[in-house]
């Protein structure tokens, strides 16, 4: 078997090309305004916030991952840079009892997941695609990469990240959309949830 078919999860299967696919228009991109905000459980319990220059000074890492989406294909070997959730704890670190993260984009779109998923190797908030920034259409500036989930979890046009102490179902989840979204487990719709995989 070769080793691309290998790293397929069940019901999925390779494409031609690059796909896209978003929920509603691609938003323009202003740097003199744009910023990217922590809050919600903070350790702190206040709001932190990061312009444009600043979250662009944030160390950076790469990652090479598998891209699986919920309608059945996978866009594999893809690399991605960008900045680790890692270094946004550090910048702003969450109370102890967060357990979980909504991750909020442009026209309040959000989508939420398990702060063991946020933390996984392989998560991160990408700024380039295959040593390119992002397109506009594919989440320019910044997008979550969360490789090990279905893509619906990679939020495109990232602004902020909202700690959580108790889950909270996000734009698709509430639509009907599973709320771990794990591709090897076929996680796909929230008929699908066993107890304790979703909010109380």
């Known amino acids: 078997m070769p080793v691309e078919q290998s790293r397929l999860p069940p019901g999925q299967y390779v494409p031609r090309g690059r796909p896209v696919i978003h929920y509603g228009r691609v938003p323009a991109f202003k740097p003199d305004s744009w910023d990217f905000r922590v809050y919600g459980a903070t350790a702190s319990g206040e709001e932190h916030c990061l312009t444009w220059p600043e979250f662009e000074r944030l160390p950076r890492t790469s990652v090479l991952a598998d891209f699986h989406c919920v309608t059945k294909w996978s866009i594999m070997g893809n690399e991605w840079c960008g900045v680790s959730p890692a270094a946004i704890i550090a910048a702003a670190p969450p109370d102890p009892g967060v357990r979980h993260v909504m991750i909020w984009a442009e026209y309040g779109y959000g989508a939420n997941i398990r702060m ?70 076929e996680q796909r719709y929230s008929y699908q949830e066993e107890p304790g995989e979703g909010p109380p």
């Open 116 to 185: 063991s998923d946020f933390t996984a190797a392989g998560t991160l908030f990408a700024m380039e695609l295959d040593g390119k920034p992002l397109s506009a259409e594919r989440g320019f500036p910044v997008r979550l990469v969360v490789p090990h989930l279905y893509a619906w979890k990679s939020v495109k046009w990232v602004r902020a990240v909202e700690y959580l102490l108790e889950d909270r179902r996000g734009f698709w989840e509430e639509r009907g959309y599973h709320n771990v979204a794990d591709p090897w487990r």
